[in-house]
């Protein structure tokens, strides 16, 4: 399994910006964040695969950006005109998922970190 540790949530304000980081041991074939809100099910938020093609959720496109800093082994979600609706915790995700899209079940992913709380106030 691969080690990931999240950081950078926090409260902020709707139409606020956050950057969450992803500390991971290794990479896999697909990256990936994931969020969960109270009372509703763990959804694939952004992806990114081994060669950098990014795939999001239709509610956050535009919005977020998914990234990796390779020499860091750090995966990064920018999130930007945050809504209350995106409250929830972040996850970080990976594994050699060949559907490396919002379409990947949440049981296709082995590693994950412990979360970070992300809060959007109105």
């Known amino acids: 399994q691969v080690h990931l540790v999240e950081s950078g949530g926090g409260s902020v304000q709707a139409g606020g910006s956050l950057l969450l980081s992803c500390v991971a041991s290794?990479?896999?074939?697909?990256m990936a964040w994931f969020r969960q809100a109270p009372g509703k099910e763990r959804e694939g938020v952004a992806f990114?695969?081994?060669?950098?093609?990014?795939s999001y959720v239709d509610s956050v496109k535009g919005r977020f950006t998914i990234s990796k800093d390779s020499a860091k082994n750090t995966l990064y979600l920018h999130m930007s005109s945050l809504k209350p609706e995106d409250t929830a915790t972040y996850y970080c995700?990976?594994?050699?998922?060949?559907?490396?899209?919002?379409?990947?079940?949440?049981?296709?992913?082995?590693?994950w970190g412990q979360g970070t709380q992300v809060t959007v106030s109105s």
């Open positions: 290794e990479y896999r074939l697909c």
């Open positions: 995700a990976a594994d050699n998922v060949y559907t490396c899209s919002p379409t990947a079940l949440v049981r296709m992913f082995t590693s």
């Open positions: 990114i695969g081994t060669y950098g093609t990014t």
